[in-house]
């Protein structure tokens, strides 16, 4: 078993760097305590995975590293763009990567902490990481290591992203436009081609959304890209796979692909 490298100057930089966007408007507030806590819960997950696995300590830490800042980018994105939504915006996994990179935190940061130096190798699959973390595939040729830290941040990252979408489909979804990435809601619709990811069992597209039932159904396509076991496993003791189908429309059609998606996360 790996044991868990400290990384409490780095967890206490985001803490105070994040803190600098909050502002007076309750609202805006709202969705920047909604990254701080997500980033939180995606470091507590990757916590647990890496727990589960034999890897060198300086991967360990790079993964939880790279879990903690993954999403450093959403705060500069929503600053200047209002919105959560990469389509309407720019990429925030290469937004935090730069912003990273030009706030010198891996590198012992503005004050030149040393408990923030980092060697060459874990700055660069950092930062790769954060660059890569929301694509739609982690392209093949990269190091093992980083292939096994950004699989970490992944996982991670998506089981936490299931209760928060979750709480949004079954509240009324109009002041969520920000986290719905501004979807139609429109009852009993959805789009063919995500249907069809789900019947290839394979992962949805993001470019095939049109509706808000169309991510729902999309959230259920992750299962088939977890790369853990520990994940499937964090699924099914929250129960979240369920609550998730629970919002999916009647329509047989759908239905039918629920129990594809419950045997996919049954695998260990
Ligand atoms: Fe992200």
């Known amino acids: 078993m790996t044991p868990l490298p400290d990384i409490a100057a780095h967890e206490a930089w985001f803490e105070a760097w994040t803190a ?23 470091l507590e997950n990757a916590r647990r995975i890496v727990g589960t696995l034999d ?4 991967v360990a830490r790079t993964a ?57 190798s874990t700055q660069a699959n950092v930062l790769a990481s954060v660059a890569m973390h929301n694509r739609f595939r982690v392209p093949s ?26 709480a949004t489909f ?5 002041e969520n436009d920000v986290v719905t990435l501004h979807l139609e ?18 992962l949805a597209s993001y470019k095939d959304m049109r509706y808000v039932n169309d991510f729902k159904l999309l959230l259920g396509s992750w299962v088939f890209e977890l790369n853990y076991a520990e994940s ?9 796979v369920e609550a998730l189908l629970a919002t999916w429309p009647e329509h ?13 996360l049954m695998r260990d």
């Open 170 to 174: 079954t509240r009324d979804g109009s």
């Open 64 to 120: 939880l590293l790279a879990a903690l800042y993954h999403d450093v980018g959403r705060f500069p994105q929503y600053a200047q763009y209002r919105t959560f939504s990469d389509q309407r915006s720019v990429n925030h996994g290469i937004l935090g990567c730069k912003t990273l990179r030009r706030l010198g935190v891996l590198n012992g940061g503005s004050r030149n902490e040393a408990a923030l130096c980092e060697s060459r």
């Open 20 to 42: 600098g966007y909050l502002t007076d408007d309750e609202q805006d507030n709202r969705y920047i305590e909604l990254k701080r806590n997500h980033t939180m819960r995606v």
């Open 55 to 58: 890897m060198p300590e300086h």
């Open 185 to 202: 809601e429109k009852e009993g619709a959805w789009s063919p081609g995500i249907l069809e990811s789900l019947r290839e069992r394979r």
């Open 141 to 166: 040729g990269i190091s093992s290591a980083l292939r096994a830290v950004t699989d970490v941040v992944r996982d991670s990252d998506k089981i936490d992203i299931f209760p928060v979408m979750i």
């Open 232 to 240: 499937r496993l964090m699924l099914r003791e929250r129960g979240l």
């Open 252 to 264: 047989p059609d759908v239905v039918a692909m629920k129990d594809v998606v419950r045997e996919a």
